[in-house]
């Protein structure tokens, strides 16, 4: 689908849902999409893309970001701390920080680096064993450790279960951040993205909706 037809559905759902224009920003979900087709986004003049996978990320943006001004990169995949640093260097967001072990790397290295991210507290809201991210009963007490960390954390992040209502996982997602005065809620993918506006998306992630079915498919 066309960027402006996604664009498009972005505003009708902000309308709808009694939000200002442009208050949901676009994250365009790049991983594992061939080249000509991200270029032919940056061409349209998006500039906003996210990856899940800091190599990856690394091994294709700081070409782009030579050839084209105001790239805003987001990682929306999981951290490993050894791949921290890199990440903190590439990339303006980073949306997985979910363990205090990450935090506190994530803590050592903006002191170092002298600038860090907006960060993004990834919570597990269907309580997966095999998905990242904090457990909801936990979560209170983790973006609080954050804090305490002077971690520049922004808001939420959640990938609901694939086979539950995901309306559920947004507003669980919302309500958190409320009770936290977080305002930031990076939820809402190609399937879901009009739902996880009208319950307070400020990021959406949409990938294949607008590049087209990954060639390689990945998590
Ligand atoms: C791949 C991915 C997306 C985009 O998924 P689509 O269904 O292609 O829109 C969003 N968020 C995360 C964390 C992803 O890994």
């Keep these: 689908m066309p960027l402006q037809d996604i664009t498009a559905r972005i505003a009708k ?10 208050s949901v920003k676009l994250i365009a979900v790049s ?11 940056l061409e349209q003049g998006h500039r906003c893309f996210g990856e899940n996978r800091v190599q990856e990320a690394a091994g294709k943006w700081p070409g782009f970001m030579e050839r084209f001004n105001g790239i805003d990169l987001h990682l929306i995949g999981p951290l490993q701390t050894n791949k921290a640093r890199q990440a903190m260097e590439l990339c303006h967001a980073i949306h997985s920080v979910d363990r205090p072990k990450l935090a506190k790397t994530l803590a050592r290295l903006a002191q170092e680096l002298g600038k860090c991210p907006d960060l993004f507290v990834q919570v597990n809201t269907g309580e997966e064993e095999q998905k ?5 009963a936990d979560a209170d007490e983790f973006i609080a450790e954050c804090r305490a960390l002077d971690l520049p954390i922004q808001g939420l992040m959640c990938i609901p279960p694939v086979d539950e209502e995901p309306a559920l996982h947004f507003a669980l997602l919302a309500k958190i951040a ?14 879901d993205f009009e739902s ?5 998306a400020t990021h959406v992630r949409v990938g294949s909706a607008i590049f087209g079915e990954r060639v390689r498919p990945q998590g």
């Design 196 to 200: 996880a506006i009208a319950l307070g």
């Design 31 to 41: 991983k594992v999409q061939p080249d000509e087709r991200v270029e032919a986004v």
């Design 13 to 22: 759902a902000e309308q709808a849902a009694g939000r200002p224009e442009g």
């Design 132 to 136: 990242a991210g904090v457990m909801p």
């Design 178 to 191: 409320e009770r936290n005065g977080l305002k930031g809620l990076s939820m809402g993918m190609s399937g």
